[in-house]
C-alpha cells in the first residue's frame, strides 16, 4: 500500500450533476496529480496541485476543477456530468513540485459512474 | 493522447516463464516508470529508469532504456499467477512538474 488514500470508491451520478471526489497524500508529501483512466486505456492526466495551487493542467474542460488544502489534500470537482465522465479517477502523490524526477504513488481511485 | 505503446496488448504465459513487455515513445523524457494494475484498481510503482540509464534491477524485473530508439522494455522472470495484472509504461518530460504520460498497457495473464 502506498498510503494515499481516496474516497468514496464508488459513485454513481446522473448527466448533469456535480461530483466531488477526495484524496489524501502519503505522509511527507507535498504534490498531488489526478488523472482519469477510462475503460481499457492508459491513464490521462488532468492536473496537479503544488503548494495549494494548479502547477500544470493536461486537455481537460474548465468543468475539470481542483483544491489542495493545507495538509495536501486534495479535491477533484467536476460540474454538469457527462456520460463520458465515467472512469477511474486516481490521484498520486509525490513530492517537490512533482518534478520529473520523482516517483509519483497512487492511491486506489475512485470508481464514477454516470447513467 | 498517449505516447506510449506498449507492445503486446495482451500476453498469456505459464507460471515459471519469462515475461517481456515492450513500451514505445514519441518524445524526450526525463524519466520512465513502469506500473502494475490489478483489476482496474490503483497502480503500483514497480520501477523507475532515468534517461541517463540503460538497464535497471529490481528483484525480478529487469528494465531497459534505449532512448535513441525511444524504447523500454520490462523483463519479469519466472512469473508466478499473482503476476497477472496490467502494466503500463509512463514517461515523464517535457514539462516542469512532472506529468506522467501513459501507454495503453499490457495484459498479462500468467496461468498456474
Known amino acids: 500500500e502506498t498510503g494515499v488514500t481516496q474516497s468514496p470508491t464508488h459513485l454513481i451520478k446522473t448527466r448533469g450533476q456535480q461530483v466531488t471526489l477526495r484524496c489524501s497524500s502519503q505522509?511527507?508529501?507535498?504534490?498531488v496529480s489526478w488523472y482519469q483512466q477510462a475503460l481499457g486505456q492508459g491513464p490521462q492526466f488532468i492536473f496537479q496541485y503544488y503548494r495549494e495551487e494548479e502547477n500544470g493542467r493536461g486537455n481537460f474542460p474548465p468543468r475539470f476543477s481542483g483544491l489542495q488544502f493545507p495538509n495536501y489534500s486534495s479535491e477533484l470537482n467536476v460540474n454538469a456530468l457527462e456520460l463520458d465522465d465515467s472512469a477511474l479517477y486516481l490521484c498520486a502523490s509525490s513530492l517537490a513540485g512533482g518534478s520529473s524526477y520523482n516517483e509519483q504513488f497512487f492511491g486506489p481511485g475512485t470508481r464514477l459512474t454516470v447513467l | 493522447s498517449q505516447q506510449g505503446e506498449e507492445d503486446p496488448q495482451a500476453l498469456s504465459i505459464q507460471e515459471g516463464e519469462n515475461a517481456t513487455m515492450n513500451c514505445s515513445y514519441k518524445t524526450s523524457i526525463n524519466n520512465l516508470q513502469w506500473y502494475r494494475q490489478n483489476s482496474g484498481r490503483g497502480l503500483v510503482h514497480l520501477i523507475l529508469?532515468?534517461?541517463?540509464?540503460r538497464e535497471k534491477h529490481s528483484g525480478r524485473l529487469r528494465v531497459t532504456l534505449d532512448t535513441s530508439k525511444k524504447s523500454s522494455s520490462l523483463l519479469i522472470t519466472a512469473s508466478r499467477a499473482a503476476d497477472t495484472a496490467s502494466y503500463f509504461c509512463?514517461?515523464?518530460?517535457?514539462?516542469?512538474?512532472?506529468?506522467?504520460?501513459f501507454g495503453q498497457g499490457t495484459i498479462l495473464t500468467v496461468h498456474p
Open positions: 505522509s511527507g508529501h507535498n504534490t
Open positions: 509512463a514517461t515523464a518530460g517535457g514539462t516542469s512538474y512532472g506529468k506522467l504520460t
Open positions: 529508469i532515468r534517461s541517463n540509464e
